[in-house]
């Protein structure tokens, strides 16, 4: 098995490629030990000492660590702990644990004005398909929290929470888009 690893527009971040499927549906975002307790494997990350977050997506892992931290050292650990996850089987989640997950269209309880389904639809449809795959390239997720007033809340996952670059994606890249496409669209915010 070999375990391929991208940096990310986040310095902090590596983005670790198995070869195989990490999470069948959704994502899951550990920002520290305490949320990582609910995966063997995360909290085997954050073991390391240097590693700050850690995010599973379909078919990649996304760890972030410490500033300051050096990836020369921390890197090989990393992988070593990759693969004995991956050539072991090992389950990527305790039992009973896999709370937290996020699913699109499934995680969000951010009770949307009925008046405006169409417009929450097309910016639902545009996200899953222009923007979640970009995002996904760069190490992270990014999920829908509301349609509010002409504005839309998204958080940021993985590598792309943090990055230097965010705010520039959020306002420069994903805004203009719902704007072009979405004329209801006024603003993107971080949520």
């Not at 660590?65 to 890197?75: I, M």
């Not at 969000?108 to 996904?136: F, S």
């Amino acid at each position: 098995m070999f375990i391929e690893t991208e940096t990310t527009p986040n310095p902090a971040t590596l983005k670790f490629l198995p070869g195989e499927e990490v999470m069948a549906a959704g994502t899951r975002e550990f920002r520290d030990e305490e949320e990582a307790a609910a995966s063997p494997l995360a909290s085997a990350l954050f073991d390391l000492g240097d590693v700050t977050g850690v995010f599973f997506g379909r078919d990649f892992i996304s760890v972030t660590a410490a500033q300051g931290t050096d990836w020369s050292a921390l890197k090989p650990q990393v992988v070593a702990l990759l693969l004995d996850h991956f050539i072991t089987a090992a389950p990527l989640f305790n039992p009973g644990s896999a709370a937290g997950i996020v699913v699109p269209g499934e995680d969000e309880d951010v009770g949307d004005d009925p008046a405006d389904a169409d417009v929450v639809a097309q910016i639902r449809e545009l996200i899953e398909t222009r923007v979640r795959p970009a995002v996904a390239n760069d190490g992270g997720d990014i999920v829908y929290k509301g349609f509010r007033e002409g504005v839309v809340y998204l958080a940021m996952q993985g590598a792309c929470s943090g990055c230097p670059s965010s705010t520039a994606t959020l306002k420069h890249g994903i805004e203009s888009l719902l704007k072009h496409y979405v004329p209801e669209v006024i603003e993107v915010r971080a949520a």
